[in-house]
């Protein structure tokens, strides 16, 4: 029998699984945002130039990006807390792997391929547990469990710099590597959502058709939907992803050194970070509020947010000064908090909530490509022209870029719901997309009028 669609409860246990996505984003994403902290070390410790080390994060960002998949099949699979576990128990094992200081090669099988496997199998399980248990609340929910992310960056950059003077490098990931095993207590939270049992004298006749309906069958065994590689607007969006990721991961690993170039001493290096990542709290929070309250179409705000984050990058080398590298470092932080609160809700917009697991693994697969060549192709810039500048450079014109995409996303599904030519079968948006257009619902035609039916369901 086909699995019943389960209304999402907007509250009650949701609020137990945000807060468990807020401990799970910190334990990955908040740990891999101060890894530029361990770059110089690293560095100076094996004798390589900036563009080999770089290879180590850019390892690790690949490898959370080509998981995503994998870790959204297992999800439909399994269950969002098995893979959360699993993910603590790997990420955890990376850590300690890589305090033991073996060789460079080791450093890119623990630090990068097991750490990023154990940060994907986390991320995204928690990720589409926050999506599933909210609707209407969605945008903020997914605000308020992604901060954790800052919460967690803020703190632990003076932490993990007190960690590497009073343990060394090799020290303090070993200590990281006990924290990750928190992960699996996050993990034992996250309770599935169920079905409500029904009766066979309580099926409709709809539930009657369902059942007996021609490929039925089949959809009882898609784990995962490849076939939303035929939809226009997730390419363009995965377009805009790859962009987006080569430039995203290159400001947190260069700004300690840039600021260490410009004579700021370790310390004063560190709390670039965390003025950064507090400022990124600030920027989800306001953002996901902004959202939640449909003033405008969450691509349209993503256009905007991506476009400012890489003028902001643009102009951040011009300033030489350490109060100009924190003020820039702060405009940035919040934007590209303003960039996540809606990043990946907006998924929901593009291919519906029945298949978003589908759509998100697919688009953090894609974004691995940008992920795993951006850091090292602005490491290369950096070593050929002697200046940490060039890497900022080559981040912002990579987000301007990707800005054109979401612009593009946007505008070709307005124009389905205007002219209605997409069917309920094709995933139309959800209807929170549609509350927020200005076009006129009543020239919609069949398909964009079954999206909103189906998600007005959900409401109910």
């Not at 891999?32 to 130039?49: A, E, S, Y």
């Not at 959360?84 to 460079?104: H, K, P, Q, T, V």
């Not at 632990?156 to 992960?183: E, K, M, N, R, V």
Request: aromatic share 12%; proline share 4%.
């Amino acid at each position: 029998m086909r699995s019943r669609k389960v209304s999402p409860p907007d509250g009650g246990y949701g609020w137990v699984v945000v807060a468990s996505a807020f401990l799970t984003m910190g334990l990955t994403a908040g740990v891999m945002k101060n890894i530029g902290l361990f770059f110089l070390d690293i560095q100076q410790h094996f004798g390589v130039l900036t563009s080999t080390t770089s290879w180590i994060t850019s390892t690790t960002i690949a490898m959370f990006h080509l998981a995503a998949p994998v870790a959204s099949a297992l999800s439909m699979r399994f269950s969002q807390r098995v893979v959360i576990m699993a993910g603590g128990l790997l990420a955890a094992s990376g850590m300690l792997l890589a305090s033991l200081d073996l060789s460079l090669p080791w450093m890119y099988l623990s630090l990068g391929i097991l750490q990023g496997t154990g940060i994907a199998f986390s991320w995204i399980p928690a990720n589409s547990m926050v999506s599933h248990y909210f609707l209407h609340w969605r945008p903020f929910a997914y605000a308020l469990a992604s901060s954790g992310e800052c919460v967690f960056a803020i703190m632990f950059s003076p932490f993990f710099q007190w960690l590497i003077d009073a343990y060394t490098w090799q020290g303090a990931l070993l200590f990281i590597g006990g924290f990750q095993l928190h992960l699996c207590v996050c993990g034992a939270l996250m309770r599935p959502l169920e079905a409500p049992a029904r009766g066979a004298d309580l099926e409709t006749k709809d539930d009657l058709l369902d059942r007996h309906a021609p490929g039925a069958a089949a959809e009882e065994t898609v784990i995962f939907h490849w076939s939303l590689l035929r939809k226009r607007e997730l390419l363009l969006y995965i377009a805009f992803a790859i962009l987006a990721a080569a430039g995203f991961f290159i400001p947190p690993l260069f700004l300690v050194p840039f600021a260490a170039s410009l004579g700021m001493e370790h310390y004063g290096a560190a709390s670039v970070l965390s003025a950064l990542a507090f400022a990124d709290l600030v920027g989800r929070l306001a953002c996901g509020w902004l959202a939640n309250m449909r003033l405008m179409r969450n691509l349209q705000l993503l256009t905007m947010m991506v476009t400012m984050q890489g003028v902001v990058l643009l102009l951040l080398p011009v300033g030489r000064s350490a109060w100009a590298l924190l003020a820039f470092s702060s405009l940035y932080g919040f934007l590209f908090g303003c960039v996540v609160a809606v990043h990946v809700t907006a998924i929901v917009d593009i291919v519906g909530l029945e298949r978003f697991d589908s759509g998100l693994g697919l688009f953090m697969l894609f974004r691995s490509i940008g992920g795993f060549v951006g850091p090292p192709a602005a490491g290369w810039l950096v070593d050929q022209t002697a200046d940490y500048g060039a890497a900022f450079y080559f981040s912002g014109i990579c987000l301007v870029s990707s800005a054109l995409f979401v612009l593009l996303t946007d505008l070709l599904i307005k124009k389905r719901q205007v002219g209605g030519t997409e069917g309920a079968a094709d995933a139309a948006p959800s209807a929170e997309y549609t509350k927020t257009s200005t076009t006129d619902e009543k020239s919609g035609m069949e398909g964009s009028a079954c999206s909103v039916k189906e998600d007005e369901n959900h409401v109910t």
